[in-house]
């Protein structure tokens, strides 16, 4: 099947991006400890995907307190935007385009990598079954339970806004095309907007416009750090991750989305459930977040080319972001095109290590 519409040009904000298949966030726990930083091989990773209409950072932090997984970066300190800096350039070098990830994994940590050894914050002080990772003395991944969370005072909330609107000033820095706010996946915004994990009576908690305001304050942040043509979004509605369960109808759904549109971000991106075992969406979905949010629709999650094909041309979506095909397939551009097979992947060097399973998966022409 032809996939004629994943290589048409598409807008993002003021820019055009060459294609429309994207690498999407994928956290990699590489980075350099203590501080944070991003390594020179990840610009070499980075760039070899360069040919993606545009590649989507792993997971990054605003904050020390923003901070879940031992080996994540952050883009908040001098150190880490002069390393992002000198990534961003290999991937311009290479004809690329590339946003950051920007994310407080709020409850999805661990004392150990909290400033002060404290709990980490979420909205309310409720325990959730998640685990997240750190290294061992080898400096190997290992998976542990999350320390139980504590409310964020409003000081608090605050400061978080203020670290998101400073992380984008420190993206734009570093040369980035744009930031993606991370509002998905029960991570920190995410925790905020569900009622499971938010049982606040403050104007941060109980309505579904109080739940919605940290992540509606947030984008307002980062738009007013930059401008709303470098801003996306990625929400993950009707899915339970980390834990979190979505636990809502799609009127509310709709609603945050239509909220997110009075913005005018530059995109929208959907994580769908299907990659975390969830139900699909309905097309009548799909349809509803199309009506919804006016400029450029990413979907993610369990996709295939037919599959994203498909979506783009019946109206729904007009990008696709691989995540795991993009671990293992620098070259996932040419392969689509060509309908070439894809690398064998393994998972077992996807978080922490080196090189390799980071920057040693063969291109075509290797083969
Ligand atoms: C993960 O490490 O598996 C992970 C991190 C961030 C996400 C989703 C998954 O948004």
Not at 278 to 307: H, L, S
Request: hydrophobic share 35%.
């Amino acid at each position: 099947m032809a996939q004629d519409n994943l290589f048409e040009p598409i807008e993002m904000g003021a820019q055009t991006l060459k294609n429309r298949i994207f690498m999407a966030p994928l956290t990699r726990l590489r980075a350099i400890e203590p501080g944070d930083v991003p390594t020179a091989l990840a610009g070499e990773y980075y760039s070899q995907r360069a040919s993606a209409g545009l590649v989507i950072t792993e997971a990054t932090q605003v904050s020390f307190q923003g901070k879940g997984y031992a080996g994540a970066p952050g883009v908040h300190t001098q150190d880490q935007t002069t390393a992002w800096k000198s990534i961003v350039d290999n991937v311009h070098a290479k004809g690329g385009k590339i946003v950051v990830q920007l994310w407080h994994t709020g409850l999805v940590s661990h004392k150990s990598v909290q400033p002060e050894g404290r709990a980490p914050i979420s909205a309310s002080d409720v325990k959730v079954a998640v685990r997240t990772s750190l290294r061992d003395s080898d400096d190997l991944a290992i998976r542990v339970d999350t320390t139980p969370p504590r409310a964020a005072t409003l000081a608090e909330i605050k400061q978080v806004i203020a670290d998101f609107a400073l992380a984008t000033k420190q993206a734009k820095e570093a040369g980035f095309d744009g930031v993606e706010v991370h509002g998905a996946h029960g991570y920190l915004l995410h925790q905020f907007w569900v009622e499971q994990t938010n049982q606040r009576d403050d104007e941060y908690g109980g309505s579904r416009e109080n739940r919605a305001r940290l992540m509606l304050d947030v984008i307002d942040a980062c738009v007013e750090a930059w401008d709303a043509d470098h801003v996306g979004i990625r929400v993950s509605p009707q899915g339970t991750f980390n834990g979190v369960e979505a636990g809502y109808e799609e009127d509310d759904n709709i609603w945050l989305i239509e909220k997110i549109n009075d913005r005018g971000l530059m995109y929208l991106h959907l994580s769908e459930p299907d990659w975390a075992g969830g139900t699909p969406y309905t097309d009548g979905f799909r349809q509803r977040i199309r009506d919804a949010f006016g400029n450029m629709i990413v979907a993610a999650g369990g996709y295939t080319a037919e599959k994203a094909e498909k979506n783009i041309e019946a109206g729904y979506i007009d990008a696709v972001a691989f995540g795991r095909d993009y671990i293992a397939n620098p070259d996932l551009v040419e392969r689509i095109r060509e309908g070439a097979e894809l690398n064998e992947q393994h998972p077992e060097t996807f978080y922490g290590g080196g090189t390799e399973g980071y920057t040693d998966y063969p291109f075509l022409a290797e083969k």
